[in-house]
Structure formats: C-alpha cells, structure tokens
C-alpha cells in the first residue's frame, strides 16, 4: 500500500472514530440542591455556524453533494443562533427562585479563546481551561449552555441523497468547577433525538421557509432538553418565550409549547385512600354499615412517547385496594313467614384489583411543580368476597315477604379511571405526586369511587 493512499485510509478511520464516539453524560450529583454557599454564573457559549452534514459517501462524493447543496450553505450560515441565548437566563432565573448566588453572564463566551486543559488527575474535566472565569465574574463555578453543532443531516448512497435535509440542533450543558475545572454535570443530546421533519417544502430558496421554522423549533428543543435533564422537568415556562423577527417575516423562535415539553419515562408507586359514593349500588347490595373503601396501593410504568408535541405518556398500571372491611355486610335478620326468628352478622371482606392501559397527559407547571392528567381503562376483578346476601321476595297466598338469600361475589367487569396529580421534585430523578382520582366499574357492581393518594415517581 502507497504511502499516500494509507494515510487516506488512516485519516478515514480516523474520522469515523470521531464522529462516532459521543461524550458520555454526567448527572448532576443531588447534593448539588442541598449545597447553596457558591455563587455560580450562568452562560450560553459562542455557537458555531450552522451548516449541513451529510452521512455516507467517499470524499469525492461528499464533495459533489456539497457542491449541489451550496444555496442551503449558504443559507444556513446566514443563521443567527440567538434564538439559543435565552436559555441562560431561564437558568439563573430558576436558580435564583431555589435560593442560588447565581449571577447571569450577558455575553456568549468564547471557548476558542481559552487553552486546552491538560488533566494532571482521574476525572471528567471541561476541555479548555474555563478556571480564569473565576476572577472576571466573581464565581466559582459556571453552568454553561451551548449548541454543539447544528444545520441540517442527510443520508447518502455515493452522491445520490437517500432522504431530505432534517434540520437539527444538538445542545450541550455543563457544570465546571472553577477551582478545578471539573465537570459536575455534562450532557450532550443525542442527534437522532435533535432532529426533526420538515412540514412542507424544503428546497424553496433563497429563503428555505419551511426548513427554516424547522431548525428554529430544533433550537427550541435543545434549551428545553438542558432544563429538563439539569431540573428534572420542572422549569417555570417563561411568559414569551419566542424572540420575533421581524426581518425574517414567518420564521421565529417557537414556544415550548409548539415543540413539547419532552416528558421522561417514569416508574411510580402510591398510597392510596378510596371511598364510595353515598348513593352507590354496592351499599344497597351488601347493607348499609361498616366502612367501605379503604386503603390501597398502586403501581404504574410510564414510557415518552413523541404523540402530542412529547405530552401523552403511554403505559400501564395495578391497584388494589379493600373495597369493604368487616362487618361490612350488616345485619342479617332471619324470618319465617314474616316473623322474625334470629339474626346474623354478614362478613364481607374483600379487594378490587385493577389493571389498565394508561394515557398520561402533561398539562402544565405550577412554579416547581409539573401538572397531569391521567386516563386510565383496563378491568376491575375481585378476591376475598364472602358471605354475601341479596333480598328474596317470596309470595304466599297472603302475604308477601322477604328473605336472605346467598349471592355469588363480585365478577371481573370493565372499569375506568381519570387521575389529577402534581408532580413535585425533590431531586433530579425524584418527585412525589399528590393525587385525587375517580374510579368507576360498568359492570353489576357499578362501583364508584374517590381516591386520595400520595406517591412517588422515578424518571428517567
């Protein structure tokens, strides 16, 4: 092999590893909220010029597809990247509100101006040297927010395009310790999560309208995927969030909610209390004394999905919980012919399960908290029932009368659910969610139920 043609094939591999070795993310240790005595800046980096990127080809394809796509070049670089710079300020905002020295840095900085940093030590440390910061602003450590790269990615077969231009907008969010230059939070989106279609017509120059609005709803996602990851999903949604421009006529800076509001997966157990309705049919069917309803507990897994701009969690959940407690059944009073004789107690213990599909909806944030609705539809069965009775008319040729019969228990019907819940951080992955729900079956038993409940979600 040629000495210049090995150093091609070097240079490739080389390329290759590049591009495919993403940096590992680093969460935000929870000690981090319980420690408040630093003063921290808040800052968004330079941001690079947006271009278009392209996967598969050889050089010399890459270089012909370059060459067809110059106009979109062109375009794209003309793109200011100011829409980003907002997100800084949301930063030291929420930081402010949960008791920070927090102090906003106005100018996007600029890492080409600081040296590489050389670690003398084990550990994640920021790639340049950020610790001279420290004395300009007065801080000892610095939350910096910044796009990584951006444009638009197309596959290629050789120089024949497999697919359109997809705007998007990968963000990058770090915590630096000024003293040391450590990381103490790092995280990179991934590119397949920053992009999006374009909805209507891409190649319309020299404007690129529609591809446009695109890559701004892409900037979008990238400041809410850094507040998510850094607080946990709960950022107050500012009152304007856009930033208009005028001389770019349609193409501004969507909302959060135009782009979503990127909910996390969850797993969630909760303590519930459920009572029934005074005028339910199961209190004529078991008598009308002892206690029914009682405590329960659920459990429900939640997984994102990307329906309703990233607001609808799909997933599943169980419950149980005593239905009625001893002696729930009340009196029986035993007759014959209409005369009393003697009585009994009805003992009618017993647990409703229930299991169903289920719709989680975001609604919104009340300050720290996230608001959801919930839906739920799936079966409602039973065990533990016993001693159960219904009333018996019987007819003589005088008189009527009636009777205790036994009664089969309970039987597996279908059952409904609506939930209300805030969900209430107390660390990056934690949150308790105070809950009230109505539940209700639509089988014989007709059960309608008020649930109070207390729990707690992880999210992922």
Same mark, same amino acid.
């Given at each position: ?113 600081? %040296?590489?940093?050389? *670690?003398?030590? $084990? ?11 420290? !004395? +300009? =602003? &007065? ?97 107050? %949604?500012?009152?304007? *969030?856009?930033? $208009? ?11 959060? !909610? +135009? =782009? &979503? ?97 289920? %719709? ?101």
């Amino acid at each position: 092999m040629s000495k210049p043609l090995l150093f091609v094939v070097l240079g490739s591999a080389s390329l290759v590893l590049a591009c495919g070795c993403g940096p590992s993310n680093l969460a935000l240790k929870s000690d981090f909220w319980q420690t408040k005595e630093r003063n921290i800046g808040v800052a968004v980096a330079k941001a690079p010029v947006a271009a278009t990127y392209r996967q598969g080809g050889g050089l010399l394809d890459q270089a012909i597809a370059k060459a067809a796509t110059g106009t979109l070049e062109a375009h794209l670089q003309s793109i200011d990247s100011s829409g980003f710079d907002d997100v800084a300020r949301r930063f030291w905002e929420n930081l402010k509100g949960r008791g920070f020295n927090v102090k906003l840095i106005e100018k996007p900085i600029d890492l080409e101006k600081f %040296a590489k940093y050389t *670690p003398t030590a $084990s550990g994640d440390f920021h790639e340049r040297d950020c610790r001279m910061i420290a !004395a +300009d =602003e &007065g801080i000892d450590a610095l939350v910096l927010l910044s796009i990584d790269r951006w444009g638009t990615t197309r596959k290629y077969y050789g120089f024949i395009p497999l697919e359109s231009p997809k705007p998007f907008c990968v963000g990058r969010g770090e915590l630096i310790n000024l003293r040391t230059n450590a990381l103490e939070w790092g995280v990179e989106m991934n590119e397949e999560d920053a992009k999006v279609d374009v909805e209507g017509e891409w190649d319309k120059p020299p404007d690129f309208l529609d591809l446009t609005k695109a890559l701004y709803k892409t900037v979008n996602r990238a400041k809410v995927y850094l507040e998510n990851d850094f607080f946990g999903g709960t950022m107050v %949604a500012p009152s304007a *969030p856009g930033v $208009s421009r005028a001389d770019e006529g349609t193409r501004s800076t969507p909302t959060v !909610a +135009d =782009e &979503g509001v990127w909910n996390r997966s969850a797993v969630s157990g909760s303590l519930v209390y459920g009572f029934f309705s005074p005028n339910d049919q199961i209190r004529f069917d078991w008598g009308d004394q002892g206690s029914f309803g009682g405590l329960g507990v659920e459990a429900r897994l939640l997984f994102r999905t990307s329906l309703m701009n990233s607001r609808v969690r799909l997933g599943a959940e169980y419950s149980v919980q005593i239905l009625a407690s001893e002696p729930s059944g009340g009196t029986i009073e035993w007759s014959y012919a209409g005369i009393p004789v003697g009585s009994s107690a009805a003992e009618n213990e017993f647990l409703g399960h229930g299991i169903q599909g289920v %719709a989680d909806i975001k609604l919104g944030n009340i300050r720290t908290a996230t608001l959801y609705g919930s839906l739920g539809l799936g079966v409602l069965f039973f065990s533990g029932a016993k001693d159960r009775y219904e009333v018996v008319p019987v007819a003589t040729p005088y008189f009527t009368y009636e009777t205790f019969e036994p009664a089969e228990g309970p039987s597996t019907e279908p059952a409904g659910s609506a939930r209300l819940y805030a969900a209430i951080p107390v660390s990056r992955s934690l949150t308790v969610d105070p809950a009230v729900r109505i539940f209700q079956s639509f089988g014989n038993e007709k059960i309608f139920l008020t649930q109070l409940s207390v729990g707690v979600s992880y999210r992922w």
